[in-house]
Structures are given as C-alpha cells and as structure tokens.
C-alpha cells in the first residue's frame, strides 16, 4: 500500500470573500505534487491548513498517518520544511548565519555543513541582516534553510519568487536532487507552469476555492494531443476523450484528445492514417482542464 504524507478529508475553510472546499486530498510519499492556480484560488490557504496556521472549519488533516486535532506534535513539525509566500518578518534584523542559528536549534536533524554549501551555490550574501537583502537573495536564504533540515515534507509556496533565470535553475536543480532519494514528499504551488513541467510527478488544479483533480503530469502530458487525420467530423463520435474537433481542409480532420493512446489505437486498428500529432503544452491542458474536461485518471475532491 503506497504510503501517504498527508490526507485531508472533507477540509473546508470559510473565508469572508470566499470558501475554500470541501477538499479530499492525499499526497503520496516520495513525490513532487505540482499545485496550480490563479492567485486567490486558495493555494496558500490550503498550505498553511497543512501547517495548523490556518485551522479548518471542518474535516480532518493527517500527517504521516496520524491525526492531531490540536497543534501538531514538535516531533512532526521538524519534519516538515516550508517556504512562505511572505518573507518572516520575525527574521528581518538577522543575517543569514544568525537566523539559521535559531532554526537549528528547533530541528535536531538540522545539517549545517549542507546549509552551507546551499548559501555558497546561491551566493547569498554574509554578514548583511535579512532585510536588508534582495528579495532574490532572501529567498535563496529561505530555500536553504528550508532543506538544511532534510525535511520529509516540502512545503513551498511560489519558491521562485523574485529568483532571477539563474538562481531558478539552480533551485529547479537542488530540489530535484533532494528529492532523489525518494523519502522526501513536495507540494510545489507555483504559477510558473515550467516549474510544475519540469519538477512534478502529479499535478493538482485548485480553482475558486475548489479541487478540480490530482492527475499524474506523465499521463496529461502522454494523452492531451492535437491530432490530425484524414476524414471528416463524423470520425470523433466513434474516439474516446475527444474534447474539440474541427474540419481543417477539406478530408482532414482535427480533434483534441484527453485520450490520445487509446484514440491512436481505434484509428490504427480502423486503417485511418493519422496524419499528424502535436502534444499540448501544459498551459493549453490546464486552460481545458478548467473549462470542464476532466484528464483521464483524475483523483477529485469533493465539491468538484
């Protein structure tokens, strides 16, 4: 039985200009969940439901196995490493050195020697207070402090903030190499869809509130295809997942598939060549996703 980091059940959190849920999610140890939505879809309150900052109105949240109905225990805390969206301002009147010193004192797992090959990577400045940084630098410091507890579970929200081209590559290349060893688990909310592309094993739609699905990244990326074959717009009552179809010159038909293998293989079987085929770029798949046409294999939450 695959093991879960965390399992939400039934979670609801009344906001005063929205409601986020009822959401019934699990994240599965030992992979990078690519969460994605517009902002104010409520990705970083569902975040800090994770970490009881927020307490939820109602459901259960379970971490690891375990449920705690009041704070969650020391002992599950330093396991878990986070990446506000918001610098701490706690932090502001302290260097790097100096806050890490703190934090090290509350995770007896804490790996100096690692902390400091992350802050030399990134070239984080020494010796100037947090405040007084870039917000680049600082969040490079934050990334970095992050991981020198080797946490079990990543919790990051929008990591890349403020990061110039050169220091996202870099973190894109630390978090994939933390990762490796597969006991790490990581919720990635971003709205950069190439960081979800290039780091996520699965995908997971959060729009106004609600789940719209938690879908492997490899099947979206395999099965949503523009497809080109010859015929007419008849065809597309006979294929699985078609979603959009058009008669683009006259004997060649264009559709759009949610079920791109099995569409292939009912063609080939039938002797209709297929012509052409275009995967879709991630953007494209989430912008149809949200209009209503489920991905093949999508685990949902309630209120869908």
């Not at 009041?70 to 805390?77: A, G, L, S, T, Y």
Request: hydrophobic share 35%.
């Amino acid at each position: 039985m695959e093991e879960i980091a965390i399992e939400m059940k039934g979670i609801e959190k009344r906001m005063r200009q929205k409601t986020i849920g009822p959401i019934d999610l699990q994240l599965p140890k030992g992979y990078v969940i690519g969460l994605i939505g517009e902002n104010g879809s409520g990705k970083s309150t569902l975040i800090h439901m994770m970490l009881k900052i927020v307490f939820p109105d109602q459901g259960s949240i379970s971490w690891f196995g375990e449920n705690y109905k009041q704070e969650i225990p020391q002992h599950v805390r330093r396991q878990i490493g986070f990446v506000s969206e918001k610098s701490s301002r706690e932090e502001d009147n302290l260097t790097a050195e100096e806050a890490a010193e703190f934090r090290a004192q509350w995770y007896p797992e804490w790996d100096q020697t690692y902390f400091e090959e992350l802050l030399g990577k990134f070239k984080v400045p020494r010796n100037i207070k947090l405040k007084n940084m870039s917000k680049g630098e600082r969040r490079k410091y934050e990334i970095s402090a992050a991981l020198a507890p080797r946490p079990k579970l990543l919790l990051l929200d929008e990591p890349s903030s403020g990061l110039d081209p050169f220091a996202w590559k870099l973190m894109i290349d630390e978090l994939r190499s933390y990762m490796e060893s597969g006991e790490a688990t990581m919720l990635l909310s971003t709205h950069i869809v190439d960081e979800v592309k290039r780091l996520a094993d699965y995908v997971l739609l959060l729009h106004h509130g609600k789940m719209h699905g938690m879908v492997e990244k490899d099947s979206l990326m395999d099965n949503w295809k523009e497809i080109w074959v010859s015929g007419g717009t008849d065809l597309a009552g006979d294929l699985p997942g078609i979603i959009q179809v058009q008669q683009d010159v006259q004997g060649v038909v264009r559709m759009i598939t949610t079920e791109c293998l099995n569409t292939e293989q009912i063609l080939q079987d039938s002797g209709i060549p297929v012509l052409k085929t275009r995967t879709l770029e991630l953007d494209e798949i989430l912008s149809l996703w949200l209009k209503g046409h489920l991905p093949a294999g999508t685990q949902t939450g309630k209120g869908d």
